[in-house]
């Protein structure tokens, strides 16, 4: 039997199942009959020859130059390089690959340490797959609670942390400390003069111990909700309507302060409240608008009554006044005089009297 190997390619040779030897380029022949066997393969990439296991191939000095061999201990991933080149993640414990043409190399990551090192760089983690490990971002005004097995064991301040999950089940919690607001709309209240009214509240607050809230409160915004609907029952609940249609601001101040005393129990810190709307029933709003009507129009009647006293004293001190002075009576006099002409087209005039004697006698005798 005539076997031909080429260059790049390495020849496996067996007798009766049994390796005997590897052979390199060349023609080589080996009598079929007498039960050799010869299996040609590449020698580029893993060793893919598997009828005779790798330690009884790694006793033959050619093959074991040829090749090189890694195995990947438990609590380690490999990537594999080759000529220098990253190319892929290690799937298996153990490789065997020709080193004759291209050179391959095995970088080894321990997960030992929970909390990945900078080590791993963003090229590595592109061939690592995401089971093996938990990304936790936690961005500027935002606070990480870092679990391991679910018990708390440190706060993350802003960045990006990854860790292994091979010695730990690694979880986060990530909990906003920006200002945020909380809006209570349509809250129904039972005034003091028992009038049922709705009301609109907003208030802003903010996280002050994101660990406080992660081991003591479920569901913080719920809590927040109903603790502010009580603030505002119990503090509008003491005033009648026209109470707290008149004093909106100082209730509000009053609410305000009630929930300070609440913060430390909800580990936040409220930054303000106060009451946005007060929504009355329809019927109430009817009264009401009848009622400032009624008020409006009284206090139209009083300022023309007053204006009325005015001009009838102005009269009065004007009439003492010509009274009094002749003088200033005939000014007066002249002054009608002065707006009669003016609403005259043509006055004639006849006689040996004046013009003004005339006049003043048509005047006199039109009163």
Not at 31 to 45: D, R
Not at 183 to 196: A, M, P, R, S, Y
Request: with cysteine; aromatic share 10%; glycine share 6%.
């Amino acid at each position: 039997m005539r076997t031909i190997i080429k260059d790049n390619e390495i020849g496996f040779v067996t007798k009766n199942g049994k390796f005997e030897k590897i052979v390199k380029a060349g023609t080589y022949h080996f009598a079929a009959m007498l039960g050799y066997k010869v299996v040609i393969e590449e020698m580029k990439g893993e060793v893919s020859y598997n009828e005779t296991p790798v330690q009884i191939l790694e006793k033959n000095e050619e093959f074991k130059n040829a090749t090189v061999h890694f195995n990947i201990p438990d609590g380690y991933l490999g990537l594999i390089y080759v000529n220098g080149v990253l190319k892929a993640f290690a799937v298996k414990d153990e490789y065997v690959f020709w080193n004759e043409f291209d050179k391959y190399e095995m970088k080894l990551i321990s997960m030992d340490n929970t909390e990945m090192g900078n080590d791993v760089t963003k090229q590595m983690l592109s061939m690592i797959p995401m089971k093996y490990y938990t990304t936790v971002i936690v961005r500027e005004g935002q606070e990480g609670l870092l679990y391991y097995n679910n018990t708390l064991v440190k706060k993350l301040a802003a960045g990006e942390y990854r860790f292994w999950n091979y010695k730990n089940n690694v979880t986060a919690e990530v909990i906003d400390l920006k200002q945020t607001e909380l809006n209570i709309v349509g809250q129904e209240i039972l005034t003091k003069d028992k009038i049922g009214i709705r009301m609109n509240l907003s208030c802003v607050y903010r996280i002050v111990d994101a660990e406080g809230v992660a081991k003591n409160i479920n569901n913080l915004a719920n809590q927040l909700y109903s603790f502010t609907q009580l603030v505002i029952r119990e503090m509008t609940g003491n005033y009648k309507l026209d109470e707290i249609l008149e004093m909106k601001e100082q209730i509000s101040k009053e609410i305000f302060a009630k929930m300070k005393e609440g913060e430390k129990a909800l580990f936040v810190e409220f930054v303000s409240a106060g009451i946005k709307d007060i929504i009355l029933p329809g019927e109430i709003k009817d009264i009401m608008n009848t009622v400032l009507v009624a008020e409006k129009s009284a206090q139209a009647n009083v300022i023309a009554r007053r204006e009325e006293v005015a001009s009838t004293r102005s009269l009065l001190n004007t009439a003492k006044l010509m009274d009094e002075n002749k003088t200033l009576y005939k000014l007066k006099e002249l002054e009608y005089l002065e707006k009669i002409c003016e609403q005259v087209g043509e006055i004639s005039v006849g006689g040996n009297a004046g013009m003004m004697e005339e006049l003043t006698k048509i005047f006199a005798m039109g009163r």
